[in-house]
């Protein structure tokens, strides 16, 4: 059978069987891919939402108090890190109790991770409470008018509640990724969007005040989310549905051990790639900020295609580990090594050919970037999706130490060299930072580590 016509045979609603090495193959790969389709219409459908609200919000809410929700929403990119990494140990656990077929094993991860998930939440709410009334809030966000300043409060209160809500129900997102079903998380992603959407114009007629906005636009992925959670716990897989009787004190803690480590790695890598417009503000000023991220924006999306790309497999190679699937490991993870580089290569050259003038033709000639900046992004990128492939890999059959190690020394190497080099050659200095960083402590490690891995698995 040519390429072609096998990768056509994947599409198809029927399972396929998982009796068989070569079925548990190809069910794989057809989960896999709905999941990378579910996860791309899901983007398109969240940024056309986006696309529609942010002129009504903002022409009903006024600059200013628009800018108090923005500055409100910014604080969800800090608050990403309050699960402690534990709802990617759910994931792992799952994928391990699927690869085993072992239903009470699935059942105890999931309760085990809700009920620590459930504490977070309930401890982060508290501490919240205690401190919200001695905050002032006005005065952090710096606003002025009447309305803001009377909103401030009330409107961070809802979002932060509906965010702490949010942490426990992500189990269903985990449960369903690491059963390789993740086209029906995003399914629902999808839904949440429009939810929002439409609570955003509801409260809009409405004349509600922005805290009901905020609720409008927060509440209604949270709706959706427990929507997803009621059928999957109620109807599809009601033997995973969590009980105080499930949680296991043995799994809770391999779960937050597993958590540990990715909370270390999440944080590395997110010191590594945000400090990017900190270091040009602090060493060349804030206005040179502008001259880096309009073209760091141009490659951008190469990361998010590559992630919705690889991301799928994540619980698949754990899954295809436990059951000793290992020549499926190898080839999938060659396959969309050499799949990812093909997908990065063209849209770098022709970026840093032509990055220039569609730079020119986007935002003016008020950003005029230099070649040397140009082909450091289109490295990066490059570099960094590659990583990111073999990452998706480690994450999946839980190696997570080496990769935390790694992180750590590539995060803080990232960022003297960022100073170092911003100082020496401007902005063009960031992306060669990262580089430099990159290939020192994770392509070289990861370069020796993985065939390692695979002659003990071999062994």
Known sequence: MSRAGEL??????????????GGRSRERYRR????????????????AAVFVTVPLTLNYLGSERYGLWMTISSVSLMLGFADLGIGNGVLNAVADAHGRDDRRSG???????????????????????????????ARIYNVTSADAMREAGPATAVFFLVWALNIPLDVV??????????????????????????GAVLAIVAEAGLPWLVLALT??????????????????????????SHVAPAVAGRILRLGVWFFIIQLAMTLAYTSDYFV??????????????????????????????????????????????????????????????VLIAGPVVVLVVFGRPLIHLWVGDTVDPSYWLLVGLAVWALMSGL???????????????FQAVCAVLMAVTALVLKIVLVRRWGVAGVPWALVIAYTVFVVVPFVVYVPRLFRRLDD
């Open 219 to 244: 509440g209604g992925p949270l709706l959706a989310v427990a929507l997803n959670g009621a059928v999957e716990f109620g109807w599809v897989r009601r033997w995973l549905r969590p009980a105080w």
């Open 107 to 137: 059942r105890e991860a999931v309760s085990s991770g809700l009920f620590l998930l459930s504490l977070i939440s309930v401890t982060v709410v508290a501490v919240f409470a205690v401190v919200y009334t001695f905050v002032p809030w």
């Open 32 to 47: 896999a891919g709905f999941t990378a389709a579910a996860a791309f219409a899901a983007k398109i459908v969240g940024v």
């Open 173 to 198: 997102q985990r449960v369903q990724l690491g059963y390789q079903k993740g086209f029906v998380n995003y399914a629902w992603q999808a839904a949440g969007s429009l939810f929002a959407l439409a």
């Open 387 to 401: 990583g990111s492939t073999v990452a998706v890999f480690l994450n999946g059959v839980s190696v997570l130490r």
């Open 280 to 341: 040009v503000a602090q060493v060349l000023g804030s206005a040179e900020v502008t001259q880096y991220a309009v073209p760091a924006r141009l490659f951008a999306f190469i990361g998010v295609l590559v992630a919705m790309l690889v991301t799928p497999l994540w619980p698949a190679y754990g899954e295809a580990m436990v059951r000793g699937d290992i020549r499926w490991v190898k080839r999938t993870l060659v396959r969309t090594l050499v799949l990812t580089f």
């Open 8 to 21: 056509l045979s994947l599409i198809r609603l029927r399972a396929f069987d998982m009796s068989t090495e």
